[in-house]
């Protein structure tokens, strides 16, 4: 049973333009929320996270919104560069233990 | 900066061999995990370790088992390898707070022939 989905496989976005990337969870205990990056023949990258009882956090050209009624986040990334194109991965832990990944979404910039 | 190494990129074994995983973290955290990485299915957790000869069950620990003597080590042994065991292995390390990030090795793409 996935407890973090991101039910996108693929977005596609050309460079300069916004890319949204979303997630959405199930266990209502998940307190702290991240994202990953990750480039092909790499290990997975910590990008930007959030607690819980904020509902936004922003670090340059990322910014993660939280709507915990909703149980749902979302990474923006303004603007989009090719050098963003990657696997974006979703993940939720409670305190920072036991964290469950979705299964990401591959990002493609184009020129 | 944090420095997860696994021992190996690539390797090939065959049905029934026991296989060993391993994992180093230079950063003296108290935290290591070991994930599987299969497409659709993103990372799913094998074990993970919370301190020197402790270990709990992830998502998917059937087949597999783990050793941490060390606190820098945490090793991955596949008991007796079948071919649906064939993934990319990733291990990743963490400080024992609330909000610190896992860092994460290269990963080991395991075939089993």
């Known amino acids: 049973d996935q407890q973090v989905k991101q039910n996108s496989p693929s977005l596609s976005v050309q460079e300069g333009r916004i890319s949204i990337l979303n997630c959405d969870y199930t266990n209502s205990m998940f307190d702290y929320f991240l994202w990953y990056k990750k480039y092909p023949a790499e290990g997975p990258t910590f990008l930007i996270s959030?607690?819980?009882?904020?509902d936004k956090n922003e670090d340059g050209r990322f910014t993660v919104f939280l709507n915990k009624s909703a149980k749902h986040l979302s990474l923006h990334i303004v603007p989009s560069q090719p050098g963003d194109s990657a696997v974006y991965f979703c993940a939720a832990s409670v305190r920072n233990n036991d964290m469950r990944f979705g299964a990401g979404t591959r990002l493609t910039v184009k020129p | 900066d944090v420095k997860v190494t696994q021992s190996s990129r690539y390797l090939v074994k065959r049905t029934g061999e026991k296989v060993f995983l391993e994992c180093v973290q230079d950063m003296d955290h108290e935290n290591m995990f070991w994930y599987r990485q299969d497409p659709g299915l993103g990372l799913r957790l094998i074990y993970f370790?919370?301190?020197?000869?402790?270990?709990e069950k992830g998502d998917i620990p059937e087949g597999y088992s783990v050793s941490r003597e060390k606190k820098e080590r945490f090793s991955l042994i596949l008991e007796s390898a079948s071919t649906n065991q064939t993934s990319m292995y990733l291990c990743?390390?963490?400080?024992?707070?609330?909000?610190?990030?896992?860092?994460f090795g290269d990963g080991t793409r395991l075939s089993i022939l």
């Open positions: 959030i607690s819980s009882i904020k």
């Open positions: 370790s919370y301190d020197v000869k402790m270990k």
């Open positions: 990743a390390s963490s400080r024992d707070r609330v909000g610190q990030p896992q860092h």
